[in-house]
Nanobody, 122 residues
Framework: QVQLVESGGKLVQAGDSLRLSCAAS????????MGWFRQAPGKEREFVAT????????YYADSVKGRFTISRDNAKNTVYLQMNSLKPEDTAIYYC???????????????WGQGTQVTVSS
């Protein structure tokens, strides 16, 4: 069982940067691939980024490529999402998730956090 708690979301202005964190419980954190997803009002939850268990492989949605960076610190059981050059369309609740392998598909992930709100004003 893995419990995930996101933090770091807040109201920012367009062009600002923000780093989200996701702290995981358990002693097997490095065995899980981690993903970030987001859900805007009235829209489906969409893939943002994923990272493999040891951090060697990352993959991004086209909409965030070049602006967002996913990373992890397995010693701290934490995964991060560094978001730069934020746009109003990045406004959403951001969720982290843990699963057996890196994937852009929501169904791959077994464990989900409660989410953290990011609002980008224009």
């Amino acid at each position: 069982q893995v419990q995930l708690v996101e933090s770091g979301g807040k109201l920012v202005q367009a062009g600002d940067s923000l780093r989200l964190s996701c702290a995981a419980s358990g002693r097997t954190f490095s065995s899980y691939a981690m993903g970030w997803f987001r859900q805007a009002p009235g829209k489906e939850r969409e893939f943002v980024a994923t990272i493999s268990g040891k951090g060697g492989t990352t993959y991004y949605a086209d909409s965030v490529k070049g602006r967002f960076t996913i990373s992890r610190d397995n010693a701290k059981n934490t995964v991060y999402l560094q978001m730069n050059s934020l746009k109003p369309e990045d406004t959403a609740i951001y969720y982290c998730a843990a699963g057996p392998y890196s994937s852009s598909a929501r169904g791959t992930y077994n464990y989900w956090g409660q989410g953290t709100q990011v609002t980008v004003s224009s």
